[in-house]
Nanobody, 127 residues
């Protein structure tokens, strides 16, 4: 349904920063929670960040809390992930995801709450 395209990944030194963007097709991503996940080789896909419909609430796992920040611009149908103080263990393919239309943010989400996924963008953090 919703087509998502990530950009902004790349190679960065430990301690550096990157800003990922996710552009959505269609008129709006309103009434959809938006999230970021990541997957490193040999590991399960991992929740990174989620944001409510209007951006009032966000949730993060302990692994990125205080370093990453998700934001959204519904008028531009875009979601962002600002990543600061990057660590080598942040190295992964990062995926943008959109929730089902009309489904709100009730807490830490499961992957099953998202029905649209981007193609992923590689983030590599060197030590």
């Amino acid at each position: 349904q919703v087509t998502l395209v990530e950009s902004g990944g790349g190679l960065v030194q430990a301690g550096g920063s990157l800003r990922l963007s996710c552009a959505a097709s269609g008129r709006t991503v309103g009434r959809r929670i938006m999230g970021w996940f990541r997957q490193a080789p040999g590991k399960e896909r991992e929740f990174v960040a989620v944001i409510s419909w209007l951006g009032a609430r966000t949730y993060y796992p302990d692994s990125v809390k205080g370093r990453f920040a998700i934001s959204r611009d519904n008028a531009k149908s875009t979601v962002f992930l600002q990543m600061n103080s990057l660590k080598p263990e942040d190295t992964a393919v990062y995926y943008c995801a959109a929730g089902r239309s009309g489904s709100g943010l009730t807490g830490l989400p499961n992957m099953s709450e998202f029905d649209s996924w981007g193609q992923g963008t590689q983030v590599t953090v060197s030590s």
